[in-house]
T-cell receptor, first 114, second 109 residues
Framework: IAGITQAPTSQILAAGRRMTLRCTQDMRHNAMYWYRQDLGLGLRLIHYSNTAGTTGKGEVPDGYSVSRANTDDFPLTLASAVPSQTSVYFC?????????????FGEGSRLTVL | GQNIDQPTEMTATEGAIVQINCTYQTSGFNGLFWYQQHAGEAPTFLSYNVLDGLEEKGRFSSFLSRSKGYSYLLLKELQMKDSASYLCAVMDSNYQLIWGAGTKLIIKP
């Protein structure tokens, strides 16, 4: 079934540890995104990539890094996790062309930093 | 700054009609989106409006007034499965999506 796969679905992490959230899509979409979703707030963009080989910073990029070595994969890394990074993280993709902008989301990764 | 406002929570009765409002102030406008998100799941696309007026898609309709910075999502013949959060998002002049916090819709029998 075509779509976006995220891993892990849930993780508890000690503060200071490094963590990579994986995201893979098989729809050959150009654009990919990482969002975090916190209670009472809208989805906030962390980083994005308009096409393989390029990345950009979103609204809340500090403490996170991404890479886009190929079309399918867009991992998100927390170099040294802090409790404020406790959140649900969603990876998304879109065709990246035109204004329709429909996003396809993964099922989310729930991260708890203690 | 950029801002999307929508009610935090609404309650409606099965079989009835509910209207979820969204007002926005953004740097430019390249379309407004509605997404549905069931608890613990990913958001899924419902509708896209870029011109003023009403777009109808089955039981769901979405309206846009660009001059008023206003949209609503209309859900008819409510079903229990419509219990979810409804997210309003606006694409700004940089083609970035600005998201509202979402409206949690509770359907009662």
């Amino acid at each position: 079934i075509a779509g976006i796969t995220q891993a892990p679905t849930s993780q508890i992490l000690a503060a200071g540890r490094r963590m990579t959230l994986r995201c893979t899509q098989d729809m050959r979409h150009n654009a990919m995104y990482w969002y975090r979703q916190d209670l009472g707030l809208g989805l906030r963009l962390i980083h994005y990539s308009n096409t393989a080989g390029t990345t950009g910073k979103g609204e809340v990029p500090d403490g996170y890094s991404v890479s886009r070595a190929n079309t399918d994969d867009f991992p998100l890394t927390l170099a040294s996790a802090v409790p404020s990074q406790t959140s649900v993280y969603f990876c998304a993709s879109s065709t990246g062309t035109g204004n329709t902008g429909e996003l396809f989301f993964g099922e989310g990764s729930r991260l708890t930093v203690l | 700054g950029q801002n999307i406002d929508q009610p935090t929570e609404m309650t409606a009765t099965e079989g009835a009609i509910v209207q979820i409002n969204c007002t926005y102030q953004t740097s430019g406008f390249n379309g407004l989106f509605w997404y549905q998100q069931h608890a613990g799941e990913a958001p899924t696309f419902l509708s896209y409006n870029v011109l003023d007026g009403l777009e109808e898609k089955g039981r769901f309709s979405s309206f846009l007034s660009r001059s008023k910075g206003y949209s609503y999502l209309l859900l008819k013949e409510l079903q229990m499965k419509d219990s979810a959060s409804y997210l309003c998002a606006v694409m700004d002049s940089n083609y970035q999506l600005i998201w509202g916090a979402g409206t949690k819709l509770i359907i009662k029998p």
